[in-house]
């Protein structure tokens, strides 16, 4: 969803909404026309995208989006571990970011959580 700048456990290896955007459309609730856009690598002023993208849709009703895509990995392995401590879990994420590791995914569960789902 554009208005939510959703990324959910892919954010550390694709980034959030935002990061994908390169154009838009938008009317603000009493305008008649639409405005557009496109995005710049350092626009200067306010950044009138990241701002919509995160407004969940209070600002204005973006009617069209242009987004740039991402290649899918070559390869995907999934694992699971399990940790004693929080602490424990959160030294490994430290270790994996500085051996310069980008996961295509990663998220942490507690035992209640893992046993809901």
Excluded at 99 to 104: D, L, M, N, V
């Amino acid at each position: 969803m554009f208005s939510e700048n959703s990324g959910g456990p892919h954010t550390l290896a694709y980034g959030v909404t935002s990061n994908h955007v390169t154009a838009w459309s938008w009317s603000c609730p009493k305008a008649k026309s639409c405005a557009s856009a496109a995005r710049r690598s350092k626009p200067p002023g306010y950044d009138l995208c990241g701002l919509l993208v995160g407004s969940e849709g209070t600002l204005a009703l973006v009617t069209e989006i242009t987004v740039r895509l991402t290649r899918k990995p070559e390869a995907v392995k999934t694992l699971l571990a399990v940790y004693d401590t929080l602490d424990d879990t959160t030294e490994t994420v430290v270790d994996i970011t500085v051996r310069a590791i980008t996961p295509a995914a990663c998220e942490m569960l507690d035992g209640f959580t893992l046993r809901a789902v």
